[in-house]
């Protein structure tokens, strides 16, 4: 889409945008079930499940990203990211467990007060040229140690709808490296320890 866009000087800003529409992303968290809770060996336990499936537009054919997916018109967030969790990652959870990092990282649900445009609490992956957005959702649970080997290369994704995604485990403490070509990981590692340094989390 082109328009014609200026700012309150009246001066002419650049306005193409491809419209893609809002997405959403889940930091899915699992700790073994025989690790003290509180304990310092918990940190170094926290395991995170990656999505590794082609990525044509970026010239990849083993894309390792943060499992997401495209809203639907009904604009549910949470919903969207439990379908995602169930189709990719095999994971059944309602949405109510999930909770949205980027709504709290704005202190509250919905918009960024400061900014005063009414924008969504969210990640723009590529502003200056697309109006998608990814609020980040997280969810941690115990799991028994040895159900963590049953994610690790497993495949998934809907298949009908070409999906072919392979399940990678990688411990949170890496994940800045083992997704560092992917926005989503990214910020989902920024907004992680910071709600936690702020005991938001």
């Given at each position: 889409?082109?328009?014609?866009?200026s700012n309150?000087?009246g001066?002419?800003l650049?306005?193409s945008?491809?419209?893609?529409?809002p997405?959403v992303?889940?930091?899915?968290?699992l700790?073994p079930?025989d690790?003290r809770?509180?304990?310092?060996?918990?940190?170094d336990?926290?395991?995170?499940?990656?999505?590794?499936?082609?990525?044509i537009p970026?010239?990849s054919?083993e894309?390792?990203?943060?499992?997401?997916?495209?809203?639907d018109d009904g604009g549910?967030?949470?919903?969207?990211?439990?379908k995602?969790?169930?189709?990719?990652?095999?994971?059944?959870?309602?949405s109510?467990e999930?909770?949205?990092?980027s709504?709290?990282?704005q202190?509250k649900?919905?918009t960024?007060?400061q900014?005063?445009?009414?924008?969504?609490?969210a990640?723009?992956?590529?502003?200056?040229g697309?109006?998608e957005?990814?609020?980040?959702?997280?969810?941690e649970?115990?799991?028994?140690?040895?159900?963590?080997?049953?994610?690790?290369?497993?495949?998934t994704?809907?298949?009908?709808?070409?999906?072919?995604?392979t399940?990678?485990?990688?411990k949170?403490?890496?994940?800045?490296?083992?997704?560092?070509?992917?926005?989503?990981?990214?910020a989902?590692v920024?907004?992680?320890?910071?709600?936690?340094?702020?005991?938001k989390?």
């Amino acid at each position: 889409m082109k328009a014609d866009v200026s700012n309150a000087a009246g001066e002419s800003l650049p306005a193409s945008v491809f419209l893609r529409g809002p997405s959403v992303a889940m930091l899915v968290i699992l700790i073994p079930d025989d690790v003290r809770q509180g304990s310092a060996a918990e940190d170094d336990e926290r395991h995170v499940i990656l999505t590794v499936q082609a990525r044509i537009p970026a010239g990849s054919l083993e894309f390792v990203e943060l499992p997401a997916g495209m809203v639907d018109d009904g604009g549910n967030f949470a919903g969207t990211a439990a379908k995602e969790i169930k189709e990719e990652l095999g994971l059944e959870l309602p949405s109510s467990e999930l909770k949205c990092m980027s709504d709290l990282a704005q202190g509250k649900a919905g918009t960024d007060s400061q900014a005063g445009e009414g924008l969504p609490a969210a990640m723009y992956p590529s502003a200056g040229g697309c109006d998608e957005h990814i609020p980040i959702y997280m969810h941690e649970r115990r799991v028994p140690r040895e159900q963590l080997k049953d994610w690790t290369g497993k495949l998934t994704g809907l298949r009908d709808h070409g999906e072919k995604i392979t399940l990678k485990l990688v411990k949170l403490k890496d994940l800045w490296k083992e997704g560092s070509r992917d926005a989503k990981c990214l910020a989902a590692v920024a907004l992680w320890e910071g709600l936690r340094r702020e005991g938001k989390i």
